[in-house]
């Protein structure tokens, strides 16, 4: 009994031995290697600034994903169907509420475009094709429905938008079929020159344009700059030829040339 004692106190005595001599040797490393090094005003600006483009590179990329779908593409839509600047006067003739994923391949206005539709409402309204004629805001109700006598055009399909969809608050299609989805309304409308079967309700070039250029072009340039820094800041970006001039200038020389 007393020997296996024995054995067991020389067991934790080598033990703890062990243990010491391991905290030594930790702690003349650490004191060998010193404190880590502190990164210069260069190397922390060069940090943060990478950060910061590729933050910016990122970011711009993907917003790209969901701007150009919601916003760009309508709009350039819109401008390829190239409506008509001044507003004209449309009349309601006719409107039916449809059901079935095969009846809904259009809708004059439906919240959201990402889902398959299965209600849906159609509005057709005939509009005055003439080109020098501009809807009478200040006309009475008496002089609007003198002007319905007036030749209009064939029964054409209204839209809230060039893809007849929208997201709330902007577009609420309750609203929009109310005001606009009864047999004899009237109200200012935009034709399209290129399909004069699609008519909508508001229309302004401008605000196109400042659409495709806040939603796509701004984004689309800072992701270009930003990528192209981050490659002149880490990367060779010199062209094949310049590199290879490069290495020729640096070659070591043969030793048959040193003789």
């Given at each position: 009994m007393r020997s296996d004692s024995s054995e067991l106190l020389l067991e934790q005595q080598a033990e703890e031995l062990r243990k010491k001599k391991l905290?030594?040797?930790?702690?003349a490393k650490k004191a060998k290697n010193g404190p880590p090094p502190k990164r210069s005003l260069r190397e922390n600006a060069s940090f943060y600034t990478t950060s910061s483009l590729?933050?910016?590179s990122v970011t711009a990329g993907a917003s790209l994903l969901f701007l150009v779908p919601l916003y760009v593409d309508p709009a350039i839509s819109?401008?390829?169907?190239?409506?008509?600047?001044?507003?004209?006067?449309?009349?309601?003739t006719r409107r039916e509420d449809m059901t079935g994923l095969f009846n809904c391949s259009w809708s004059s206005?439906?919240?959201?475009?990402?889902?398959?539709?299965?209600?849906?409402?159609h509005i057709y309204v005939t509009f005055i094709d003439d080109l020098n004629f501009t809807f009478p805001f200040n006309a009475t109700p008496a002089e609007l429905f003198n002007l319905t006598d007036i030749e209009r055009s064939e029964e054409a399909i209204l839209l809230v938008n060039i893809k007849g969809c929208g997201y709330p608050p902007a577009v609420k299609c309750k609203n929009f079929t109310d005001l606009y989805g009864?047999?004899?309304?009237?109200?200012?409308?935009?034709?399209?020159?290129?399909?004069?079967?699609?008519?909508?309700?508001?229309?302004?070039?401008?605000?196109?344009?400042?659409?495709?250029?806040?939603?796509?072009?701004?984004?689309?340039?800072?992701?270009?700059v930003s990528s192209v820094f981050l490659c002149i800041m880490h990367c060779d970006c010199r062209c094949k030829k310049e590199r290879r001039r490069h290495r020729h200038r640096h070659r070591r020389p043969r030793i048959e040339n040193l003789r």
């Amino acid at each position: 009994m007393r020997s296996d004692s024995s054995e067991l106190l020389l067991e934790q005595q080598a033990e703890e031995l062990r243990k010491k001599k391991l905290l030594e040797l930790a702690a003349a490393k650490k004191a060998k290697n010193g404190p880590p090094p502190k990164r210069s005003l260069r190397e922390n600006a060069s940090f943060y600034t990478t950060s910061s483009l590729a933050f910016l590179s990122v970011t711009a990329g993907a917003s790209l994903l969901f701007l150009v779908p919601l916003y760009v593409d309508p709009a350039i839509s819109t401008l390829v169907g190239d409506f008509v600047e001044r507003p004209t006067m449309c009349v309601t003739t006719r409107r039916e509420d449809m059901t079935g994923l095969f009846n809904c391949s259009w809708s004059s206005c439906r919240e959201g475009c990402t889902s398959d539709v299965f209600k849906c409402t159609h509005i057709y309204v005939t509009f005055i094709d003439d080109l020098n004629f501009t809807f009478p805001f200040n006309a009475t109700p008496a002089e609007l429905f003198n002007l319905t006598d007036i030749e209009r055009s064939e029964e054409a399909i209204l839209l809230v938008n060039i893809k007849g969809c929208g997201y709330p608050p902007a577009v609420k299609c309750k609203n929009f079929t109310d005001l606009y989805g009864f047999e004899g309304a009237v109200f200012p409308c935009y034709y399209s020159k290129q399909n004069k079967t699609v008519v909508m309700t508001a229309y302004n070039r401008e605000d196109q344009v400042n659409t495709i250029i806040h939603f796509f072009v701004v984004p689309f340039i800072v992701t270009v700059v930003s990528s192209v820094f981050l490659c002149i800041m880490h990367c060779d970006c010199r062209c094949k030829k310049e590199r290879r001039r490069h290495r020729h200038r640096h070659r070591r020389p043969r030793i048959e040339n040193l003789r």
